[in-house]
């Protein structure tokens, strides 16, 4: 039996409608796993339900988050934000938590996670934590834009062999205050948080790049989706 992996759902504002990037499913397949994804719910019971069936999550890219999670009122620079769907990864992360269950955070995943946690967020860093580090990259997607420097003695430098590597990037928000209880696996060179983990936790992971849309490309994409899945093995 393969792991059986929930994955949260991509919100589309103008079409009223959920949707999916492939590369998110692709990318578990190919790493041994059966993706599922979810729907919009809101009561807690049926959460749970679809939660029970499972064995991990991805949390994956997409809308900004709710500032209001973390204490904050919208500043200028913060764009499209969907809180139906803010609550059901706060729902979703708590739960895995609780539970234990594997969690792979990717951009607005890793930027939901470290909010829910108690941590802070750069609504927009264009005008919070200018940089002449490109986050924002132009299409196509699967090449690398900057470099990060993987942490020594932490599990992703582990896996990956490697201390510098290229990385994609598409993203205007990121961790501003790291929240209690994660530990930084990677950053970029202008000082931003871009991989992290919560020890405490059987698998707890988030990449602020986008291993969806370099797998084919990248080893080291297809290393952290096996490792994900791995840890459900």
Not at 111 to 138: E, F, K
Not at 181 to 202: K, Q, T
């Amino acid at each position: 039996m393969k792991p059986l992996i929930g994955v949260m759902p991509l919100w589309d504002e103008e079409k009223d409608s959920i949707w999916m990037l492939p590369g998110y499913t692709d990318g578990i397949c190919g790493a041994g796993g059966l993706p599922v994804i979810f729907p919009f719910v809101s009561d807690e019971q049926d959460i749970a339900q679809l939660m029970e069936s499972c064995d991990g999550f991805l949390l994956t890219g997409g809308d900004d988050v709710s500032p209001s999670i973390y204490g904050e009122e919208p500043l200028p620079g913060l764009t499209e934000t969907c809180r139906k769907r803010d609550d059901l990864e706060l729902a979703v992360l708590k739960k895995a938590v609780e539970a234990d269950k594997p969690v792979l955070g990717i951009c607005r995943g890793l930027q939901l996670i470290n909010a829910a946690l108690g941590g802070t967020l750069y609504q927009d860093l264009p005008t919070q934590h200018p940089s002449a580090v490109p986050h924002t990259m132009d299409p196509p997607y699967d090449a690398p834009v900057h470099e990060v420097t993987v942490e020594p003695g932490t599990p992703l430098h582990e896996l990956l062999g490697k201390e510098i590597i290229g990385v994609n990037s598409y993203h205007h928000q990121a961790v501003k205050d790291l929240a209690a209880g994660l530990e930084v696996m990677a950053h970029s060179p202008d000082g931003l948080v871009e991989a992290f983990r919560r020890p405490e936790s059987r698998f707890l992971w988030a990449v602020q790049w986008h291993p969806e849309f370099s797998y084919l490309t990248d080893g080291n994409s297809r290393k952290i989706f096996r490792a994900f899945v791995g840890s459900m093995l």
